[in-house]
C-alpha cells in the first residue's frame, strides 16, 4: 500500500496584548556549506552512478541528520540501492528513489527512523529523507530537489546536498513512475576502497497508482 503524504501552507496567528512580548531571537540558518571537519571525512560523501550515464556526488551532513547519514552509510555498504530506480520524478519539484520495491511503498529491513528536522531551507540540490504522514517514517527513501521549494521546509530531514552532476539529476528520466526508469547503476563512499561491482538487473514491479505530488515513503 503506496503512503502518502500531504502538505499544508502554515497558517500564522497573532495575538495583541498590552504586555509587551519577550525577544525571540530564531535560531540561526544552518550553512548551506558542510563544516570542515564534515567535508574533510569521505565517509560523508556519497556517490551515485546513473543508468543515464551520470554521476552525482552529495555531500552529507552529520551535523544535521546524523542518524539518518549513519542509515546512508549503512546502507550504501550493503549495497542496498545499487539497481534500485527513481520511482517517481516531477519536473521542476524532485526526483525520488531508494525503494526497493519500486512503487514508493518500501523500505529496508531496518527501523524507521526519527525525525531530525531542521530550518535548513530547501535548495536546487537539496537531499532529504522521504516519509509517510508519520514525521518519524523515514526509512531508505530520498529525494532530489530540482529547485528551491520553501513549502519542505521543517517538514523533511535534510541529509544533503549534490555537489558535483545536477546536469544528471536533470537527466532522469520522468514520471510517476517513469516509463524507462533511471536507475542507480551504484551506490558508493568516498572511502571505499573501490566502488562495487554492479548488481544484477532488478526486475521492474507492475506500476503503481499515480500518488500526491509530495515526497513519501519509507
Same mark, same amino acid.
Given at each position: ?39 574533510? &571525512? ?20 552529520? &551535523? ?16 542496498? =540501492?545499487? !539497481? ?12 525520488? /528513489? /531508494?525503494?526497493?520495491? !519500486? &512503487? ?7 527501523? &524507521?527512523? *526519527? ?8 535548495? $536546487? ?5 522521504? $516519509? ?22 521543517? *517538514? =523533511? ?17 520522468? !514520471? ?21 561491482? #554492479? ?10 497508482? #499515480?500518488?500526491?505530488? #509530495?515526497?513519501?515513503? /519509507?
Amino acid at each position: 500500500m503506496v503512503v502518502r503524504a500531504w502538505l499544508g501552507l502554515p497558517v500564522l496567528a497573532f495575538a495583541l496584548t498590552a504586555a509587551k512580548a519577550p525577544d525571540v531571537v530564531p535560531p540561526p540558518l544552518p550553512s548551506i556549506i558542510a563544516p570542515a571537519a564534515v567535508a574533510a &571525512d569521505p565517509a560523508n560523501r556519497l556517490t551515485l552512478d546513473l543508468s543515464n550515464g551520470g554521476k552525482v556526488v552529495i555531500q552529507m551532513r552529520p &551535523d544535521l541528520a546524523p542518524h539518518h547519514v549513519e542509515r546512508m552509510q549503512s546502507l550504501v555498504r550493503q549495497g542496498f =540501492y545499487n !539497481g534500485l530506480k527513481f520511482h517517481r520524478v516531477i519536473p521542476g519539484f524532485m526526483a525520488q /528513489g /531508494g525503494d526497493p520495491k !519500486g &512503487d514508493g511503498s518500501g523500505g529496508s529491513t531496518l527501523p &524507521d527512523l *526519527k525525525a531530525e528536522f531542521t530550518n535548513m531551507p530547501y535548495f $536546487r540540490g537539496t537531499v532529504a529523507a522521504a $516519509r509517510a504522514d508519520s514525521p518519524d517514517s523515514a526509512n531508505s527513501q530520498f529525494f532530489i530537489m530540482f529547485a528551491p521549494n520553501v513549502s519542505l521546509e521543517t *517538514k =523533511y530531514t535534510v541529509w544533503g546536498r549534490v555537489i558535483s552532476g545536477m546536469d544528471a539529476v536533470d537527466k532522469i528520466a520522468v !514520471g510517476e513512475p517513469p516509463a524507462d526508469p533511471t536507475r542507480i547503476v551504484r551506490a558508493y563512499l568516498g572511502d571505499a576502497a573501490t566502488p562495487p561491482a #554492479t548488481p544484477a538487473p532488478v526486475a521492474a514491479p507492475p506500476p503503481a497508482a #499515480t500518488p500526491a505530488p #509530495t515526497p513519501s515513503g /519509507g
